[in-house]
């Protein structure tokens, strides 16, 4: 099977993937789209109130306006990432964009909550259509220290996408900006978005598409029907008590990802070309980081969560108050990534192990402060940023060091893909751990903070089956 590049439509003969094209300005784009695509998946969690008294939404109909994005994310990112190989990743960022930005203006004016839901769903459609293409332009665009800077700056903005959600929904509900309400925290991306589009065409530089092959439709349908099957019992099983086809869909997708890979081996044997090619598997950085961002990532979601719930139902803080805490997780984010490549340097993959040894020591702190004021909390919350900012921002750097630009926007797919299981699997294990414990939702906090500890150190011990450098 031929797999010769050509050139994206508007770019000339020999000029598919010239990496002295990318600039900061095609690094700006690139990161103000998963930006607004991270910030989303977290900043409609402030805005729940707001929704049900305004559109009449009941428990279940909210929980799937959050569900519905994740679910959509989660099933469709390895796919997205296999169309930006096929038909060029400039291409589909640039529809992934458009398309989140148009469902961004239909929840925005979402005149009932099924309308709502349905538009979430699409915004996570098109999140899973753009989120791969980064990370795959990034790869092919910048070489040596660029590129290492770009992979930094990458984790800085996926970071502070779910760092600063809660504060960023917060003020935009608060400041209530002609009377829009919650709808301000969807209708903020379409300007935003708009702008990004206009600017892609000149900034973001055209890389190759592959040439005589098609999309691998049997592996599509089994890889987003064992994703879904995943990924919906670990969202919804928790809230519904874990009924019995919360365990039949886990089972079914144990047997369709089987199949899937199955799959995928055989068509890669007759020379075909798979959605996830299974020579991916074969480099050791790109193995075992897929398996250490999943269990890095049980410790993300869960954490951002369970804080705010502490804070908003134990401290009895506004959404605008607990978000302004935020901030302490922040910068210690914020300082910790941008000093994050010149550690990577140093320490290769320790710099994974440092910055989860000092997040488990940041929740330790967490522990020991929630008997005393709100302040005793900000030392904790910094220290646990800052181990965020160690291991996110050179994540991707040190799992996509080795792979080719071939299969650059795939791959990331199915990092992705990682983390975001990652994030519902955490949701789901600490949930239990925070709703069984005993007592307020203090010694619920203090009790979830013993998983999230394990999980930072197993990803500790996970480093070090990464390659040295």
């Given at each position: 099977?031929?797999?010769?590049?050509?050139?994206?439509?508007?770019?000339?003969?020999?000029?598919?993937?010239?990496?002295?094209?990318?600039?900061?300005?095609?690094?700006?784009?690139?990161?103000?789209?998963?930006?607004?695509?991270?910030?989303?998946?977290?900043?409609?969690n402030v805005a729940i109130p707001d929704i049900q008294a305004d559109l009449?939404?009941?428990?279940?109909?909210i929980q799937w306006v959050v569900a519905g994005f994740g679910l959509a994310l989660g099933g469709g990112l390895i796919t997205g990432g296999r169309l930006g190989d096929l038909f060029g990743r400039r291409r589909m960022y640039a529809l992934g964009l458009a398309v989140f930005t148009a469902a961004s203006l239909a929840c925005g004016v979402a005149p009932s909550p099924g309308t709502l839901i349905a538009a979430r769903v699409v915004q996570g459609i098109a999140a899973a259509l753009l989120m791969p293409q980064v990370l795959g332009i990034i790869n092919a665009a910048f070489t040596g220290e660029r590129r290492t800077r770009a992979f930094t700056a990458y984790g800085l903005a996926l970071g502070l996408g779910g760092v600063f959600g809660q504060l960023i929904g917060g003020a935009l509900i608060q400041a209530d900006v002609l009377g829009s309400?919650?709808?301000?925290?969807?209708?903020?991306?379409?300007?935003?978005?708009?702008?990004?589009?206009?600017?892609?065409?000149?900034?973001?530089?055209?890389?190759?598409?592959?040439?005589?092959?098609?999309?691998?439709?049997a592996g599509t349908v089994?890889?987003?029907?064992g994703l879904v099957a995943l990924v919906l019992p670990l969202i919804e099983g928790r809230r519904l008590g874990w009924p019995a086809w919360t365990w039949e869909s886990l089972a079914a997708a144990a047997v369709l990802l089987a199949a899937f890979a199955v799959h995928q081996r055989r068509?890669?044997?007759?020379?075909?070309?798979?959605?996830?090619a299974p020579a991916l598997f074969r480099e050791p950085a790109f193995r075992v980081g897929s398996g250490l961002a999943l269990v890095y990532t049980l410790a993300m979601a869960s954490f951002f969560l369970y804080l705010a719930l502490y804070l908003q139902q134990g401290r009895g803080l506004s959404a605008l108050e607990s978000g302004l805490l935020f901030v302490a997780l922040g910068a210690g984010y914020l300082a910790a990534s941008t000093r994050a490549t010149a550690v990577a340097a140093r320490l290769g993959r320790q710099v994974l192990a440092l910055g989860a040894l000092i997040q488990a020591a940041g929740c330790l702190l967490l522990m020991d402060a929630l008997g005393h004021g709100i302040a005793w909390l900000i030392p904790g919350l910094a220290l646990a940023g800052a181990g965020m900012g160690f291991v996110v921002a050179p994540l991707s750097a040190l799992v996509l060091s080795g792979v080719t630009d071939r299969h650059a926007a795939s791959a990331s797919g199915v990092l992705a893909t990682a983390q975001q299981v990652g994030n519902a699997l955490g949701v789901a294990v600490v949930g239990i751990?925070?709703?069984?414990?005993?007592g307020g939702v203090p010694d619920a906090f203090r009790a979830s903070l013993v998983p999230l500890i394990a999980f930072c150190v197993a990803t500790a011990a996970l480093a070090q089956l990464l390659p040295r450098r």
């Open positions: 099977m031929s797999h010769t590049a050509i050139p994206e439509a508007g770019s000339r003969p020999g000029e598919a993937a010239r990496p002295h094209a990318a600039s900061t300005g095609t690094l700006l784009v690139l990161l103000t789209g998963i930006f607004i695509t991270t910030l989303d998946f977290f900043i409609v009449g939404a009941g428990t279940t109909a309400g919650w709808r301000s925290i969807f209708l903020i991306n379409v300007p935003v978005g708009a702008v990004t589009l206009a600017l892609v065409r000149r900034t973001v530089p055209s890389q190759a598409a592959a040439r005589n092959t098609r999309l691998d439709a089994l890889v987003t029907l068509l890669d044997r007759r020379g075909g070309a798979p959605l996830v751990v925070f709703y069984g414990a005993a």
